[in-house]
């Protein structure tokens, strides 16, 4: 295979592998969260599922909710907007697996002569083609609660579409701290920027210049909306099993399905959103393109493809880490009030991401002048 296929075949690549490692993500956090929470909990958790006596930790729950809701009912009320019913879930888990495509998952891989970028969507705005795409995708959950014709769906969707107001203005503004620090919208250039050492005529090349270190309350302000931005506990008001059920109150079957599984996607996306912008990405510390060169002098040498599957897997454990953080949250703290869901939004942290932004410039123009 040679020319415009086997390029064409190359650039699908990054595709395929975002494609792959998100859904098998999103599939793999139910497993997940039953057994974390059980951990935390004391207790066994998911141990049933079983193929000729073989269960693999619980492994195989996963595949037996997939078929069970595969073979449920799908119910749909007497009264329903049958179109908009149908479509609000894909238009769910469609939007959050695109918000994906432009975060980076390793730097070059150069193969058959040829380079190519290991991210599946290159965009000189990459980060808000992310935010468009998480914002995007609330209108599936208003969708959902506009045509349930259920009043309790309704509410679930308007407190859904005012949880994500707050949280997406919050995460846009602790964003611009990050890009005021390495001056571009393109998330690959940031992943790379962070490679570089942090302020050398202080400390010379001993700190990589992670987000986490250069801007320390955005990384907590992003955190803090992202949770808010994938609807859980303690942001969990749109579905609030307690009080409303929610905007999928009147689904069943494989598209309640679909609504689950675009929250674990969501979940996914703002742990390689974290990574990449707060924890250095793909970076590996003292890892360059040659191989790693430490700063007390020592080289050593490794081949491309070494170094690139590091980077790759550096940037997967990474994610790995903040999911599983995530969870941790999600089975410690309550669940908030929709009023103080609402403060915390706008009395806390947009406010504070001004403050960052603010403060951010005061200091660069600072540094500039040193």
Known sequence: ?????????????????????VLNFGGLLTWVERKQSAIMQDRIGAN??????????????????????????????????RMLFKLAPFVSVFFALGAFASIPFGDTLRIFGREIQLQAVTLNVGILYVLAMLSLGVYG???????SANNYALLGGQRAAALMI???????????GVVMVYGSLNMQDIARAQGLPLLPQYFGPWIPAWGILTQPLAFLLFLTAGIAATKRIPFDMP??????????????????GMFAMADFLETVVIAGMTTALFLGGWQVPYLQASGFVFPWGLEVSLPHLLVTALQVGAFLTK???????????????????YDQAMRLGWLGLFPLSILNIVVTGFVILLLGRA
């Open 1 to 21: 295979m040679s020319g415009p296929a086997l390029d064409l075949l190359l650039q699908a690549m990054p595709v395929a592998f975002i494609m792959f490692v």
């Open 166 to 176: 707050s949280a997406e203005v919050a995460i846009g503004a602790s964003i611009m």
């Open 141 to 147: 959950l208003m969708m959902a609660g506009w045509a």
């Open 319 to 337: 994610v790995v880490a903040m999911i599983w953080f995530l969870m941790l949250i999600r089975w410690t703290l309550p669940r908030f009030r």
């Open 239 to 256: 579905e609030g099993e307690s009080e409303i059920i929610g905007y999928f109150i009147e689904y069943s079957g494989m598209k309640f």
């Open 48 to 81: 049933r599922a079983s193929i000729f006596g073989i269960r693999i930790l619980g492994l195989l729950h996963p595949l037996a909710d997939a078929v069970k809701m595969l073979t449920k009912e799908d119910f749909m009320p007497a009264h329903a907007d």
